[in-house]
C-alpha cells in the first residue's frame, strides 16, 4: 500500500466526505449561557484582535442599532481577548448604545459552543487577516 511505502506503517484511512455530519446531534446538550435566546443573537467566534477586525463589526452594529435597524438581536462574541487590542475598547467607549447589545464570553466549552453555533441567527467573521478559518468552517 501507498501508506506502507511512505511511512513506513500501515494505517487506517477514514475515509469523510465534506458535510456528511452536517445534521448530527452534536455534542451533549449545554443551555445557552447568559440568558440568550434562540435565533435571537449574531455569533461571531475566534481571538479578539486588531486582525480579526472586530472593532470596526462593533461600529457596524452600533450604525445598526442607532438606525434602529438591529430588530433587537444581541451582538456575541467568543474567545480569548488581546489585552493589546485597545481600539476595541475605544469603539466600546465611543458607543454607549453597544453597553446592552453586546456580550463578550471570553473561551467556552466545545459544548457550550456547539450550542451557541446551532441557535445563533448566524454567524459574522469581520477578519482581515485568516488562516485556515477554523470558526468559519465550524459554523457551517
Not at 481600539?87 to 454607549?96: I, K, N, S
Amino acid at each position: 500500500s501507498l501508506m506502507l511505502e511512505f511511512t513506513g506503517a500501515l494505517k487506517p484511512i477514514d475515509r469523510c466526505l465534506f458535510g456528511q455530519h452536517i445534521n448530527s446531534p452534536g455534542l451533549a446538550k449545554a443551555a445557552l449561557p447568559c440568558g440568550l435566546v434562540d435565533g435571537r443573537y449574531l455569533l461571531s467566534v475566534g481571538r479578539i484582535a486588531a486582525s480579526k477586525n472586530q472593532a470596526r463589526l462593533l461600529q457596524a452594529w452600533a450604525g445598526l442599532i442607532d438606525a434602529q435597524q438591529d430588530t433587537g438581536l444581541q451582538l456575541v462574541f467568543v474567545g480569548k481577548a488581546d489585552k493589546a487590542y485597545h481600539e476595541l475598547a475605544a469603539t466600546l467607549a465611543a458607543h454607549p448604545s453597544l453597553r446592552e447589545r453586546v456580550l463578550f464570553l471570553g473561551e467556552v466549552s466545545d459544548e457550550t459552543l456547539d450550542a451557541l453555533y446551532r441557535a445563533c441567527y448566524f454567524t459574522v467573521f469581520p477578519s482581515l487577516i485568516e488562516g485556515y478559518g477554523l470558526p468559519a468552517a465550524e459554523s457551517i
